[in-house]
């Protein structure tokens, strides 16, 4: 049972290079969510799902977009990367009235 | 816009001591509230949930919730070395969740 899996770990990207952080979940749980995390900050909601086929913003969803076919997985896809997306980026799964998180995708944008 | 506010710290305290950590919310439609730890480079972890006014224990942690005052609290007694991590606050409303910036916790052996 893994819970909640995120890949890749780490990733360098170049400015304007797309690409897509994979989130997946065996908890068979509804609802899903990406948060990223700044140095000294808190975590930030950039999206989040309610099941498949329903996404909605959280409050910087800028510059990224989600997808949501299955219950089990919830991609976050960056296009054409900024500097300003470096961070960690975190999935997340509410079950049992609390979170569960994935151990983290940490990108860096050059 | 629904904020939780943490003093960021660094807070210090000598192993064997209570660490008094702190959190207060803008929303008073809240509905459960949460503590998570976080060690450097980890994700969270829950260490705590709380849901009404009072203090709730498990081992060598308690948390305190006034909705009254907006406050929520944690407090972690005989702190060991392997307390040292950042503490988050959390909130929720319904299946949103709203975090702080978290505390640093650092206990000296």
């Known amino acids: 049972n893994a819970g909640v899996t995120q890949t890749p770990k780490f990733r360098i990207l170049k400015i304007g290079q797309s690409m897509t952080l994979q989130c997946a979940q065996d908890?068979?749980?509804?609802?899903m969510y990406w948060y990223r995390q700044d140095p000294g900050m808190g975590l930030k909601l950039i999206y989040y799902?309610?099941?498949?086929?329903?996404?909605d913003k959280g409050e910087v969803p800028n510059g990224y977009n989600v997808s949501r076919s299955t219950t089990e997985d919830f991609p976050l896809r960056l296009e054409l990367a900024a500097p300003s997306q470096t961070s960690v980026y975190f999935c997340?799964?509410?079950?049992?009235?609390?979170?569960?998180f994935g151990e983290g995708s940490r990108l860096t944008v050059l | 816009q629904k904020e939780v506010e943490q003093n960021s710290g660094p807070l210090s305290v000598p192993e064997g001591a209570i660490a008094s950590l702190n959190c207060t919310y803008s929303?008073?439609?809240?509905?459960?509230f949460f503590w998570y730890r976080q060690y450097s480079g980890k994700s969270p972890e829950l260490i705590m949930s709380?849901?009404?006014?009072g203090d709730k224990e498990d081992g060598r942690f308690t948390a305190q919730l006034n909705k009254a005052s907006q406050y929520v609290s944690l407090l972690i007694r005989d702190s060991q070395p392997s307390d040292s991590a950042t503490y988050l606050c959390?909130?929720?409303?319904?299946?949103?969740?709203?975090f702080g910036t978290g505390t640093s916790l650092t206990v000296i052996p």
């Open positions: 799902s309610v099941g498949a086929g329903i996404t």
């Open positions: 908890m068979n749980h509804n609802y």
């Open positions: 959390a909130s929720s409303t319904g299946n949103q969740f709203y």
């Open positions: 997340a799964v509410h079950g049992a009235g609390e979170l569960f």
């Open positions: 929303d008073r439609g809240s509905q459960s």
């Open positions: 709380i849901y009404s006014n």
